[in-house]
């Protein structure tokens, strides 16, 4: 990569990969809230190819209403989300076989999965999460913004591709996603959130 533009897909470092991650029985979390976070922690540019977002409700809202999400860009991390019990989830190779790369001038061999000391990524098990510390965009200049049609029961499907030049998280540099309305009274449901992408080995 150079200055956030060119990727070459025949470069042989190139390293694929995928975080998916499925929340638990998120309810009642306010307007605003951070619900899952994906942050880059090593000195390797990721170049996010594809956000993948979906909700289904599992227990009816008690009047209708839309779900809806919003995805930013945050920089300069120092602290990762550990309040609100959050669940790790691991991003992987989408070649499943595994890698075994020298990064840092250290031999690094992880199986199909990416250690969280590289890459966080962390979901809502029911509360919203916090404790993070991080420098975001305005919440008015979100990268994707992903909505659902208002039911007592609503979903969401959000496929976002970045257009034109591409979105690179370099080190300490993350996607915040947090729910942008707030849950109304008794509804109940699981957000799984996919991320695409590929980094330098």
């Known amino acids: 990569m150079k200055d956030n533009l060119r990727f070459d897909p025949m470069d042989q470092s190139a390293e694929g990969l995928i975080w998916g991650a499925l929340s638990g029985l998120m309810t009642g979390i306010a307007a605003d809230a951070d619900v899952a976070g994906l942050v880059n922690l090593s000195d390797s540019p990721i170049l996010v190819q594809r956000i993948r977002m979906r909700w289904f409700t599992t227990t009816a809202f008690a009047s209708a209403q839309s779900m809806a999400f919003r995805v930013n860009k945050a920089y300069g991390f120092t602290a990762v989300h550990t309040g609100g019990t959050p669940v790790a989830v691991q991003a992987h190779y989408n070649y499943q076989k595994g890698q075994s790369v020298t990064r840092a001038g250290t031999a690094i061999s992880t199986g199909d999965r990416i250690p969280l000391t590289e890459i966080s990524g962390v979901i809502a098990s029911t509360a919203a999460l916090t404790t993070a510390t991080y420098t975001a965009e305005d919440t008015d200049e979100p990268e994707v913004v992903a909505i659902g049609a208002a039911s007592t029961l609503p979903t969401l499907f959000e496929n976002y591709v970045p257009p034109g030049p591409p979105l690179v998280l370099t080190k300490n540099t993350g996607l915040i996603f947090n729910i942008a309305n707030a849950m109304g009274a008794s509804g ?14």
Request: glycine share 28%; charged share 30%; aromatic share 8%.
């Open 188 to 201: 109940v449901g699981k957000l799984f959130i996919g991320v695409d992408g590929v980094r330098k080995g």
